[in-house]
């Protein structure tokens, strides 16, 4: 069976390195099916690019299957794309028309510095972690099922923060380049559940500090970041982290 | 003390700040409100609640400096963090476009916050600072609410701070980490009444006693 195909026009951001100048540059997608991701119709042009002898355009991506964060780009003005809940990769070309022009664009934040065109250095998320997103115990061996009776409220609770995927979709889309709902999914995960508990004050004021000194905005609760958020993290998680932080700061 | 200045500086300190006096700035201007609605009340029913509110004496002293006091955190931090917010992302997007979050107050917050700083100034010029010698309060507001301008730049000021409020009320109680999917949407929607009676009831104000009254 042979799918509907489309033809696009693609403007990418090529840039070679940080300190080169960068621009938009404008590609032909020609016969892409409508039942590729939108990788694979970047892999498509790559292909052809190849073929010119031309430079491929050069993305992060790992398992393509939307649960990794390595992918993500600002396609037309929105971090992930259009749809809602979903990564690049998990975006289908289904939701383009035909004829359309697709601007492509790395992340923008002082605290995520260009790599090469669509590739930005997210280290800065890897720091505010290492700074006190984690439990400090010692292994050990496994503890015996129903050892530490968690409720369900408490479990869900958790596992909504912990869907984050840290893809910093939200740090794309916040109009300061705020880092907040990544920092407050990672906080209140921790803090919700018992292992995380005893050092939940000093994560809370460990990795606002690391977050501020990455160099990432200021929140001001413009919410665009949970409308883009891959995982449908919410702004409640914000709430939370600020309520731990001022515990560690006040208690 | 060291700590509270530390935490003042970061990020959600910062916040914090912004969060409690704007809320002393929302219920300033609720009271004020309430007092400006006996201007309805003709000429006699306004003089009087002056000079009951004048009677406080030195309560009055205390009220202003706390205000001059929040309005000064309120308009530096904000500054401060209108600049830092602009710097967080040195290149910008070539397109962009909303996702659904922004909304008209929550997108111009440092505009119409300086847009207020201006109108207070020229409403204190207008009320405050004159010869009390001269005129009584009322006069002062017959006189100015007689230029059609004043009225035009008295009702357009107003709606401003409606439009700022819009964004600030329920933004302070996410700040101070009152976000809750039971309470958020009744804590929205008194943002918005809160709004509309700013706007409304001030706004009107001016109409009122140039053409009616």
């Known amino acids: 069976m042979i799918s509907k195909t489309i033809n696009l026009t693609l403007k990418v951001w090529r840039q070679n390195r940080s300190d080169k100048i960068g621009r938009l540059e404008t590609y032909p997608a020609k016969d892409i099916s409508v039942d590729m991701s939108f990788l694979e119709m970047l892999d498509v042009v790559n292909e052809d690019l190849t073929r010119q002898k031309k430079e491929p355009i050069a993305f992060d991506h790992d398992c393509r299957e939307g649960i990794c964060g390595m992918c993500g780009a600002v396609v037309n003005g929105r971090a992930h794309g259009h749809e809602k809940e979903t990564t690049l990769c998990q975006l289908h070309m289904r939701h383009f028309s035909d004829g359309d022009t697709i601007v492509i664009e790395p992340w923008r934040a002082r605290a995520f510095p260009l790599i090469k065109d669509l590739v930005v250095d997210r280290s800065a998320l890897d720091k505010v972690i290492a700074a006190g997103g984690y439990i400090s115990v010692n292994a050990g061996g496994a503890p015996d099922a129903n050892s530490l009776p968690i409720s369900r409220d408490v479990a869900e609770k958790a596992f909504n923060a912990a869907a984050c995927i840290g893809c910093g979709a939200c740090v794309a889309a916040c109009p300061n380049a705020s880092a907040m709902l990544f920092v407050s999914a990672k906080v209140s995960h921790l803090a919700a559940l018992p292992q995380g508990k005893p050092e939940a004050a000093r994560r809370a004021m460990a990795m606002v500090r690391q977050m501020d000194a990455c160099g990432f905005g200021n929140c001001s609760n413009e919410t665009e970041c949970e409308a883009e958020c891959p995982k449908g993290i919410s702004i409640i998680e914000i709430a939370r982290l600020n309520r731990e932080y001022f515990k560690s700061e006040f208690a | ?213």
């Open chain 2, 1 to 213: 003390m060291n700590w509270f200045i530390e935490m003042l500086r970061s990020s959600i300190g910062k916040k914090l700040m912004m969060a409690i006096t704007g809320l002393a700035f929302i219920l300033f201007l609720l009271i004020h409100l309430i007092g400006n609605l006996t201007l309805y009340g003709g000429k006699e029913l306004f003089l009087s609640y002056v000079d009951h509110l004048h009677a406080l004496g030195p309560l009055i002293r205390v009220a202003e400096i706390g205000l001059l006091t929040f309005a000064i955190i309120h308009v530096s931090t904000g500054l401060i963090l209108f600049w830092q917010n602009l710097q967080a992302r040195p290149v910008r997007y070539q397109v962009d476009k909303r996702a659904g979050g922004r909304t008209i107050g929550s997108a111009t917050m440092p505009y119409t916050g300086v847009l207020i700083l201006g109108f207070v100034v020229v409403h204190l010029l207008n009320f405050h600072f004159i010869d009390h010698t001269q005129q009584t309060v009322f006069q002062a507001v017959d006189a100015t609410f007689a230029m059609l301008p004043y009225v035009v730049f008295y009702t357009v000021a107003v709606i401003v701070v409606a439009i700022h409020v819009s964004h600030g009320f329920w933004s302070l109680f996410q700040t101070i980490g009152a976000n809750h999917i039971k309470y958020m949407p009744a804590i929205k929607g008194l943002g918005v009444i809160i709004s509309l009676l700013v706007a409304a009831g001030f706004g009107f104000i001016p109409v009122y006693v140039s053409f009616i009254m």
